[in-house]
């Protein structure tokens, strides 16, 4: 019954979200938004044991927000419909921006390697190569991720294209905005000849370990890779109540910690959602992203030609890496 009131709450949300609705919560109600980066039938699956936890923890009444789409996320957040959640790099630095958040914590890589790669999957046996895809004949589809995603478009852009002057809009046939689930599913299908995507993503279908997860995991390859990109924020608002923000910082600290069967139990549960405990973070822990963004602006600055775009873009990266040198320093 819990499960169902559960997807219930997330399924009201997210209507209450599409009409504009800005009431914020109950005191003792806890708004919690997920990115779904797969299906949201999956998240709910993978997430409610975890929200279900904190509830009974927290005394809060935690209702859940299932997102795909990164801007409904942090408007959520914005017009506080939300109170704290899961964001990827991209959408947390927007939300810190935009809509009044704060870094406090990030999950941690299951594997041991603290973060994940985004990746250009191909179809196994098609013959594609990354030369094949820099080509730009303008004769394959592909798949790229929202336009707030890290792995699924700032990534790819920052490290792989922009640095060549490409325009994945007139470099290929068509290009088409999903999540990486969908990209997945796609590439293995053959609907389209290459996407983008993540090593957590594709980590965590072969989790499932189902009849079409093997076959699409046996059926996809890997033709490029980006730098170690850091693992995903959680953010809740800055003026939460500090009250609620202790209690949930008490519960998130603490969750899968420790020996015993308790333990044990909340471990496997963090593992469906892909993490180890979760571990504290700081707006610091944004600086890669940022430094992404700025690169990115800065290669398309000199596309452009705009000395003036030039200027600013160079100052904004310099900026961000006088802030990693002594944060690395410190």
Known sequence: MRRLRLAAAAFALVLAACSGGGQEAAEDTLDFSILSAESRESAIGDWTPFLEDMEKATGLNVRPFFGSNYTALIEAMRFKQTDVGWFTNQSGLEAVRRAGGEVFARSVNPSGV???EAVIIVRKGSGLTLDTLLAC???????????????????????????????????????????????????????????T?????????????TPLARSTMERVEIVWRSPRIPEDPMIWRKDLDPEIKRKVADFLFSYGTGEGPEAERQRAILRRIQTLPFAPADATHLI???????????????K??????VAAAEAALEAVRQERAALEAR
């Open 114 to 116: 603290d973060g994940y």
């Open 137 to 195: 004949d303008r004769g394959l589809n592909f798949g790229m991720g929202d336009a707030k995603s890290t792995s699924g478009t700032l990534a790819p852009m920052t490290y792989l294209f922009a640095p060549r002057g490409i325009d994945p809009n007139g470099c290929f046939k068509t290009v088409r905005s999903a999540n990486h689930e969908a990209n997945l599913f796609a590439v293995g299908a053959g609907a389209l000849d290459a996407a």
């Open 197 to 209: 995507n993540n090593t957590a993503s594709m980590e965590r279908l072969a989790m499932l370990e």
């Open 288 to 302: 890669p992203v940022r430094e992404m963004e700025a690169t990115r602006d800065l290669l398309e600055a000199k």
């Open 304 to 309: 452009k030609g705009d000395p003036a775009a």
